[in-house]
């Protein structure tokens, strides 16, 4: 059993709290909720804040709701945004819930004993509401000076592009959540990322006005890199939680190549780690950053947390095949999805399998039928100097013949120019 607030406050994760917020989770056993709209079929990192805040909020003896926004999500939050979101059919919506019931399933225990997380979804007491009881029983208790005075919808009707009215209901839409599952399931606090402050203040309000009741919120910082750019985007998009959106090793990828800066940060957010366990990794780091010591603990708990012991040994094996001395053996256990996707972003190109099956110099494959060399007379030259592997083996004559029994897989050629330029060669 742990301090909620406490733990949230040296992993340096709280931003804002309500007055009386950990007193009341000092007396036992408090529900609270996290709403997540379904904006794809899957969750990705940047939810993985608030995620954890829940596994916080359970580890420390509380109830966690996961609230899914069934209904929400069809109409978009304006907080953080400067442009209107698509909305999307009943239908998709659907589908995107089911991808992040399983998801969160695995970072929580839904046993239905004791403080069990309970995943509810708001389309359920939304879907049978019609517009006249939703003005009469909750629009009648929140003015609309209240509303303007939020921030969101503030630079939203400064900004360009305006507010629509189905964003500007979205704050009372939130807030009735927070009142139905006060008034039902006793949920007394909400939590959230920074930017929703002021809806979850709406909903305390809300619950205040109407039934004279009391209410919590406790928001969390929103997660920045130190260079400035957004967390959880890379230059091919955003990384996800489902493997088929952003395979395991991608996955490893993101935080093995996090800055220092940023891993000393992230490792107190996005894992369990003591902070005892932190502070020893963090001496044992700067004795020799170049080991990369907190990056690889951050790195494996994250990605086994959010996939599987399997899924982090893939990702290990293929780092260090890309970037160590991992073996060939481990290579030709993987599929062809597998290659393909570890070599995403890295140049292929297609060579003819007959062609191949006759002999070709390495000159010749490397120059004239493949482009990793601009010309014959390149590529020999740092063919004699030892800077071309094939297959993880140096290459020692231009004048060699590959052929099929080069072919991994029975279609693959590797090349490696230098120490960190690799090419993909797919026999056809």
């Known amino acids: 059993m742990t301090n909620f607030v406490e733990e949230l406050r040296w992993r340096g994760m709280l931003q804002d709290m309500m007055p009386g917020t950990e007193e009341k989770l000092s007396e036992g056993m408090t529900s609270g909720y996290i709403g997540f709209d379904p904006t794809a079929d899957s969750l990705h990192i940047g939810h993985l804040t608030q995620i954890m805040t829940l596994i916080h909020f359970q580890r420390a003896g509380h109830k966690p709701y996961a609230l899914v926004g069934g209904a929400t999500g069809m109409v978009g939050d304006p907080s953080g945004k400067s442009d209107e979101r698509n909305l999307q059919t009943e239908e998709t919506i659907e589908l995107y819930l089911a991808g992040m019931k399983a998801q969160l399933s695995k970072f929580l225990n839904f046993s239905e004993e004791g403080n069990g997380a309970v995943m509810v979804n708001n389309a359920d007491w939304f879907r049978d509401m019609n517009l006249f009881t939703f003005i009469r029983d909750v629009g009648k208790h929140i003015t609309v000076n209240y509303m303007m005075a939020k921030d969101s919808v503030k630079r939203r009707l400064e900004g360009d592009s305006g507010l629509s009215f189905t964003e500007f209901c979205y704050q009372l839409i939130q807030g009735y959540d927070f009142y139905y599952l006060w008034k039902n399931k006793n949920c007394l606090i909400q939590m959230g990322g920074s930017d929703q402050w002021g809806n979850i203040v709406t909903g305390t309000e809300l619950i205040r006005r109407k039934d004279a009741g009391t209410a919590f919120a406790i928001t969390t910082q929103l997660i920045k890199k130190a260079d400035g750019t957004k967390f959880g985007k890379t230059e091919s998009g955003a990384v996800w939680l489902d493997p088929k959106k952003t395979s395991p090793y991608k996955f490893y990828q993101f935080w093995l190549n996090a800055s220092d800066e940023d891993t000393k940060k ?117 063919i004699q100097g030892g800077g071309v592997s094939v297959n993880k083996e140096k290459l020692k004559d231009p004048a060699d013949k590959l052929t099929t029994s080069d072919l991994l897989n029975d279609q693959f050629i590797i090349v490696q120019k230098g120490k960190k330029n690799y090419y993909l060669l797919i026999a056809k």
Do not use: C
């Open 266 to 382: 992230w490792i107190k957010i996005f894992t369990l780690k003591t902070q005892a366990e932190i502070e020893a990794l963090e001496a044992e780091h700067d004795t020799a950053p170049h080991l990369r010591i907190l990056q690889k603990a951050l790195a494996e708990d994250i990605t086994i947390r959010t996939h599987s012991d399997s899924a982090l040994d893939t990702a290990v094996k293929t780092s260090e095949f890309l970037f160590g001395n991992g073996s060939l053996e481990f290579f030709k256990t993987l599929a062809e999805a597998q290659v393909l996707e570890i070599f995403e972003g890295i140049p292929q190109f297609e060579i003819s399998k007959a062609e191949l099956a006759e002999g070709i110099d390495a000159a010749t494959l490397l120059a004239e039928k493949s482009s990793v060399f601009a010309s014959k007379g390149e590529a020999k030259k740092l």
